[in-house]
T-cell receptor, first 114, second 114 residues
């Protein structure tokens, strides 16, 4: 069966420091991969998605970037964090069916920028 | 521009009664719709989906209805149980190349009261 893991689960970072959140998927090949963010009291905002190695689509202009160095690895990064980057970050992978893509989420990572 | 809208931020329902969660979308190219349930500090879990070729899909206590002409979908939970208290998100994706992009609504917090 497929599993998805992301880490770290929580982190507190000072403004201006770098960020790296990592996500890996097991039990599937060539998945679509996603990064979403849920800010406090807000919905799920799509940040990036990837349909293959090295292929990244960005949904919103921001202080973050994403990379997919391997088929089942997706990394969210920032060179200099802002206070507004605080939130709950979710990695997800998509199972493709004839009807559409159903996505499955990881456990989430709480980021607090201080 | 919010393409997927959940206009009710919260809903309170008595245990044993029916819970009806609503969702509207603006993009007529969306053809696959999903509902997710989310507890605090956890990743959302997939509940049920529906393709645009159907107007109803049922799975146990959960039924999703799709009204394409109104660009509206709803999730019915019956009977409602205490464990159903959570935030519910609807999501949508489009055909072909845009099928990879899955857009979420802002969520509705469902509270089941005894």
């Amino acid at each position: 069966s497929q599993t998805i893991h992301q880490w770290p689960a929580t982190l507190v970072q000072p403004v201006g420091s770098p960020l790296s959140l990592e996500c890996t998927v097991e039990g599937t090949s060539n998945p679509n991969l996603y990064w979403y963010r849920q800010a406090a009291g807000r919905g799920l905002q799509l940040l990036f998605y990837s349909v293959g190695i090295g292929q990244i689509s960005s949904e919103v202009p921001q202080n973050l970037s994403a990379s997919r160095p391997q088929d089942r690895q997706f990394i969210l990064s920032s060179k200099k964090l802002l206070l507004s980057d605080s939130g709950f970050y979710l990695c997800a992978w998509a199972s493709r069916t004839s009807s559409g893509n159903t996505i499955y989420f990881g456990e989430g990572s709480w980021l607090t920028v201080v | 521009d919010q393409q997927v809208k959940q206009n009710s931020p919260s809903l309170s329902v008595q245990e044993g009664r029916i819970s009806i969660l609503n969702c509207d979308y603006t993009n007529s190219m969306f053809d696959y719709f999903l509902w997710y349930k989310k507890y605090p500090a956890e990743g959302p879990t997939f509940l049920i989906s529906i393709s645009s070729i159907k107007d109803k899909n049922e799975d146990g206590r959960f039924t999703v209805f799709l009204n394409k002409s109104a660009k509206h979908l709803s999730l019915h939970i019956v009977p409602s149980q205490p464990g159903d208290s959570a935030v519910y998100f609807c999501a949508a994706s489009g055909p072909y190349s845009s099928a990879s992009k899955i857009i979420f609504g802002s969520g509705t917090r469902l509270s089941i009261r005894p």
